[in-house]
């Protein structure tokens, strides 16, 4: 798979392996650029950047937080620099949730 697909793969699986998966998003860290974003709803068009906007906060040691949802981010061995963010509601089980999310990158981004 080229780079182009396994973003997409990746974010196509998120919300259909995971459970009150909302939003996910892979953003190159190194630049902060949003490699692909998908919601399971219709929303402006600034929210699906929020996924990039979270990274890079978070990695510049700053405090990444939501009154509606969980946020997870992943980084696999084989591609470093990328970060799958993913947003689920607050009611999920977070054990389930990152076991799922770890499954996911390590199926479609070969960690």
Same mark, same amino acid.
């Given at each position: 798979?080229?780079?182009t697909q396994v973003v997409d793969a990746t974010l196509?699986? &998120? ?9 996910? /998003? ?5 630049? /902060? ?25 978070? &990695?510049? #040691? ?10 997870? &981010? ?5 591609t470093p620099d990328d970060?799958?963010?993913? #947003?689920? /509601?607050?009611?999920?089980?977070? #054990? ?13 981004? #070969?960690?």
């Open positions: 798979m080229n780079p196509t699986a &998120f919300p259909a392996t995971m459970p009150e998966c909302r939003a996910s /998003g892979i953003v190159d860290r190194a630049t /902060g650029t949003p490699l692909g974003a998908d919601t399971v709803e219709e929303h402006p068009g600034e929210v699906p950047d929020a996924p990039a906007a979270a990274t890079v906060n978070l &990695f510049q #040691g700053r405090t990444v937080s939501s009154d509606h949802l969980v946020h997870l &981010f992943l980084r696999s061995r084989a970060v799958a963010v993913v #947003g689920c /509601g607050r009611e999920a089980n977070v #054990g389930t949730l990152m076991a799922q999310a770890r499954l996911v990158v390590r199926e479609h981004a #070969g960690a």
